[in-house]
């Protein structure tokens, strides 16, 4: 088991709400890690948005998230989720990804029981598959595993399908079937968000989408509850939305940018975010 697979389990262990962001590249990743949050999640839809352009709906692949996962582990030090979709087709399918984002750096690996194509778990007209398929998927997942401790999370949509009720099942039974974290996908009111905690014994994930289906809930709340991550899966990708858009709009609107902490950040911090210093020290060692 590797260190940062020891941090990631720990950290679920003890149900304290840790607030995990999400990435979509390295230097997005840079910026958790140095913010000093303790896990990063590498996003599927992150990745989706800001690389091709494009909604959530199953256009990105395994070799795209792959990629990414490497570049970021590469980067950061601390523990990746590494959202893997529905793992790119069948049970054999799962079992090859599980491999590939495990050799690419991933702690923890995340899938869900959506029709391929998926979707956002936010959008409308998801369809889920048989809960008898995914647990297929799930168990090939975990004999997958080369290394004992990666984390195989299992996510459900099946709320907005069949009701909050069928998807505690289905988390039950994903549990049963190996899933060490378990994800129920777009509850839509606080008492679905206080009620799994008590009608689930695995560690859980609840998602906090700004704009979402779900109702936001403070951090300290869903500790108490006694859930183990708090995923902001996108809080910075939309953060660099809004911040592209207000400095491009000074730049249109006045023709010149001026270097203003609060609009962009500086030429040095640039440098210090991308380890300009220690690639620095590298080249005079090795001249």
Known sequence: MSTTQQQLRSLIAQRRGV???????????????????????????????????????????????????????????????????????????TYHAIRTLERAGADCIQLEDQVSPKRCGHFNGKEVIEASEMIGKIKAACDARRNE?????????????????????????????????????????????AALPQRLKTPQLMNMVIGGKTPITSTEELAKMGYGIVLYANAALQGAVAG??????????????????NLVASFAERQRLVNKPIWDALEKKYQ
């Open 149 to 193: 401790g990666t984390i195989i999370m299992a996510r459900t949509d099946a709320a907005a399908i069949h009701g909050f009720d069928a998807a505690v099942e289905r988390a039950q039974q994903y549990a049963e079937a190996g899933a060490d974290l378990l994800f129920v996908e777009a509850v839509t009111s606080a008492e679905h968000i």
């Open 244 to 261: 592209m858009q207000r400095a491009l709009g000074v730049l249109k609107n006045e023709g010149h940018i001026q270097e203003d902490p």
């Open 19 to 93: 607030i995990v962001p999400g990435a979509f590249n390295a230097m997005s990743a840079r910026l958790v890690a140095d913010m000093g949050f303790e896990a990063i999640y590498v996003t599927g839809a992150g990745v989706t948005n800001m690389w091709f352009g494009l909604p959530d709906q199953g256009f990105m692949g395994l070799t795209d998230i792959a990629d990414h996962t490497a570049r970021i582990r590469d980067a950061v030090e601390v523990p990746l989720i590494v959202d893997a979709d529905t793992g790119f087709g069948n049970a054999l399918n």
